[in-house]
């Protein structure tokens, strides 16, 4: 047989069997992808080879808010060389509404435009410029209609997508009555893009029997499958969608990269050639939705000690003009408005603002960072209130013991580590000395402050809507002993086909060289459900673990019958397998499969056990478990500009037993920095017709190099593995890390409050650009110089 793997004789196969297996997991590995990103040799979307006939399709976007549509004249487009085709909303064979969840987010703008960047029609031509010059000669009259731009004003007017929801404990009026002290105030968090190294794109090629391969850059594949069936009029079954990898995700390609595909989709289907729609940077910030900005109203009560007696907290969402995913966004806030803290008696209330802005959408975190910023805020201005260190405060509100670990919608806080994490960093981090320090130092500088804020994490894992909560793989195991795995969860560089490889490496005991992981496809495993609510190792990784343990029993059966066995005497290690009285390489024992006609192909699927939420109660057990994390971060602010800067942060994450070390280090790092970018520089504006303005990396500005620390410390929390049956024990870390940078933004508002010798709080909105810093030390300057009444 043509393609054996050459045997190693038993004194060498023993060798290695004996020595360490160190491709499993638990393992500092590299990124599967690595080498061929830093050499460019990896493939992209855009990267993909140039098909014979390719079309390409440029957006006619709308330049109104809100705005009835009068007449569409295209006939200036075709008078552009290489055009093709103009498309608009009556080209669609089958269903124009391409919502997630439910209708309201149309393909194309049909009567009227709900925001300023709607596509109104697309442009097919041979090349990208002549795309772009024929969707510029298209002439589109419009009646401009009343906008609400303003979350404040559609709240007001009770402008929703979704109703209102309410989660409540206890007696909150009574808790707020009856509280020593008592605290309300409002505040904007602003929005986020998502800023994605590579943009929105799909390349379609049309096939037979009305079939068409989808390549996009997609969270959800499965998503995109059905979308582009429904425009399209046909089954899912004729559509097949390949993703390799992203260049970045980040939520903002769970739900918004269908449209795409279904552009390039019905271009395709229509004209019979391939086509390509590729978004400029402008076209994609305009027409995409972002992190949610939320408006917060809080009313709270608490003791002289600081400890909380009684929440009310408003999270208003800024949802854009329709629903997308802002129902669960909005839920997550809602879950996550107690952050790592006892709320005692609360009600959270959150509201789905209606306005006529691109449709918000996920991101990193969903909606919880915006959940833990409002109670963040709270901390601070108890602690200002109290005159306490604002650490002493949220170390008091941390869950604890019975009758202080239930959440406000009723799930048992349990494997509690706020406090295990708190004490490890205070000593790690020297919080107390530095505190004096930095104390010192302000008293003796009138111009240069500096502030100093510790936070905790506590982020639920799990999707809010259960039935996401499942995932498939398929694993085949070819003669020659190497692996093709496949699984549902997609790469967006943050390592997930690295970790899932490494848990089928450690149940098959092969190096990772032997296993290849292809492109998720909806041709391999179906219905998959997005990577994301940082679930892709733990439900795609369970699965491959399920998948390759089906397999790795079958081989033993094998074994167990040819040398007349037990189970446990067939042992895989490290490439071998060892049976009583000989050592098979695995390539052998794959062989052997084949001969004795042991099926080497398997799918796992699994689910997660146990979780459930009560929508119409407001009460739950929604997540599987929690993460934990600690990040003490360190700014020195120029009081006469607003400028300032990160000058150390020190964190310390849990994740459970790692899977990757290096990856998730990786993964607390960036996800730290993006958590400080959104409450820091990344500022969004629009103008009063609702045109985004900061449409570009001149005016939108990510953190830069510049903005990394000095003194960056990143440690994992040891000897907690996670208590759940998560694959090997451990832990997500997409997300959770995220929220780490709220201690930069708290320690911003610590140096601006030093100004007034921490008796004032600032209350800065978000993000805290050098001009809200500066408005901020003015404030406290303006208080400090009022005469005493």
Not at 128 to 155: F, S
Not at 364 to 380: K, L, N, S, T
Not at 556 to 571: P, S
Request: proline content about 5%; charged content about 20%; overall charge negative.
């Amino acid at each position: 047989m043509s393609g054996n793997p050459v045997s190693l004789d038993e004194q060498a196969l023993k060798t290695q069997f004996l020595n360490t297996f160190d491709q499993g997991v638990g393992r500092r590995q590299k990124h599967e992808s690595a080498d061929n990103q830093v050499s460019g040799k990896a493939t992209y979307v855009d990267d993909r080879l140039i098909l014979p006939g390719m079309l390409y399709l440029c957006p006619v976007l709308s330049e109104h808010a809100h705005a009835r549509i009068l007449s569409v004249d295209t006939d200036a487009c075709y008078q552009v060389p290489g055009v093709v085709r103009v498309f608009s909303w009556q080209d669609v064979p089958g269903e124009l509404d391409i919502g997630p969840l439910a209708p309201g987010d149309p393909l194309f703008a049909k009567d009227t435009v709900e925001y300023h960047g709607q596509v109104v029609l697309t442009v097919a031509a041979e090349t990208q410029e002549a795309a772009r010059a024929g969707a510029l000669a298209a002439v589109i009259r419009y009646q401009p209609l009343d906008a609400v731009l303003d979350v404040e004003e559609a709240l007001a007017r009770e402008l929703y997508v979704e109703a209102p929801h309410v989660q409540q404990r206890g007696d909150i009026a009574k808790a707020l009555d009856t509280a020593p002290r008592r605290i309300s105030g409002q505040f904007h968090i602003g929005g986020q893009e998502h800023f994605y190294l590579e943009g929105q794109i799909a390349v379609v090629q049309p096939g037979e029997d009305n079939q068409v391969q989808v390549w996009s850059s997609t969270q959800h594949p499965t998503e995109v499958q059905k979308l582009v069936a429904s425009v399209l009029g046909v089954s899912m079954n004729k559509v097949t969608v390949d993703m390799r990898r992203m260049g970045g995700g980040f939520g903002g390609k769970e739900t918004q990269a269908a449209g795409i595909a279904c552009h390039a989709a019905l271009a395709a289907s229509l004209t019979g050639k391939p086509v390509k729609m590729r978004l400029s940077r402008r076209d994609d910030m305009r027409i995409t939705g972002k992190r949610h900005p939320f408006f917060v109203r809080y009313d709270v009560g608490f003791t002289t000690e600081g400890i909380l007696h009684g929440v009310h907290i408003d999270l208003a969402a800024n949802c854009g003009y329709s629903l997308d995913l802002s129902g669960s966004i909005c839920d997550r806030a809602m879950f996550h408005a107690d952050n790592a803290y006892y709320l005692g008696d609360a009600r959270i209330t959150g509201y789905r603002c209606r306005t006529n802005l691109a449709s918000n959408t996920a991101y990193r975190g969903f909606g919880g960072p915006q959940g833990m910023v409002a109670i963040e805020q709270i901390m601070d201005r108890i602690a200002r209130e109290c005159g306490l260190d604002p650490l002493v405060v949220r170390q008091r509100n941390f869950y604890g013991a019975p009758g202080r670990d239930m959440t406000h919608y009723g799930q048992q806080v349990t494997h509690n580590l706020a406090e295990v994490l708190a004490s490890q960093l205070v000593d790690s981090a020297r919080y107390a000395e530095r505190r004096a320090d930095i104390a010192t130092f302000n008293r003796n500088n009138p111009v240069l402050k500096r502030g100093l804020a510790m936070t905790p994490v506590k982020f639920g894992i799990s999707f809010t809507s259960s039935f996401l909560n499942q995932a498939g793989a398929l694993i085949l195991i070819y003669t020659d002993g190497t692996v093709q795995l496949n699984h549902g969860g997609t790469e967006m560089g943050q390592g997930l086909n690295t970790k899932v490889a490494q848990v089928v490496a450690q149940v098959l005991q092969i190096p990772l060289s032997a296993i290849q992981v292809t492109p998720a496809s909806t041709g391999k495993v179906p219905n998959t459900s997005p990577t994301a609510a940082s679930s892709g190792a733990d439900l795609n990784g369970k699965a491959a673990e399920i998948a390759a343990q089906t397999l790795k029993q079958r081989l033993t059966d094998m074994l167990c019958g040819l040398h007349q066995c037990t189970a446990g005497e067939v042992v895989f290690h490290n490439g071998v397998v060892q049976v009583p009285g000989k050592h098979y390489a695995f390539a052998e024992v794959a062989a052997l499969g084949w001969l004795n006609q042991v099926p080497l192909s398997a799918t796992g699927f699994y689910k997660v056990p146990g979780i459930h939420y009560d929508r119409a109660a407001g009460k739950g057990s929604p997540f599987y478990y929690f993460s934990w994390g600690m990040a003490c971060a360190e700014v020195l602010v120029d009081t006469l500009t607003g400028e300032y800067r990160l000058l150390r942060a020190d964190i310390l994450h849990d994740v459970g037993d790692s899977l990757n070390p290096a990856l998730d280090i990786g993964q607390i790092e960036g996800g730290f920095i993006q958590g400080a970018g959104w409450l820091t520089t990344e500022e969004l504006c629009w103008d009063k017709n609702g045109r985004l303005l900061t449409d570009g990396p001149m005016s939108y500005k990510i953190p830069a190099i510049s903005d990394i620390p000095p003194d960056l410390s990143v440690n994992l929390l040891e000897n907690h593995p996670n208590p759940q049956q998560t694959v090997f024990r451990s832990k997500a870390v997409g997300e959770p890390p995220f929220m780490l940078g709220i201690a930069v933004w708290c320690a911003l508002q610590d140096a601006i409050a030093s100004v007034a010798e921490y008796r004032l709080h600032p209350s800065l909105d978000a993000p805290a650009t050098p001009e809200r810093v500066l408005w901020g030390v003015m404030a406290m300057q303006e208080a400090c110089n009022e005469p005493t009444r």
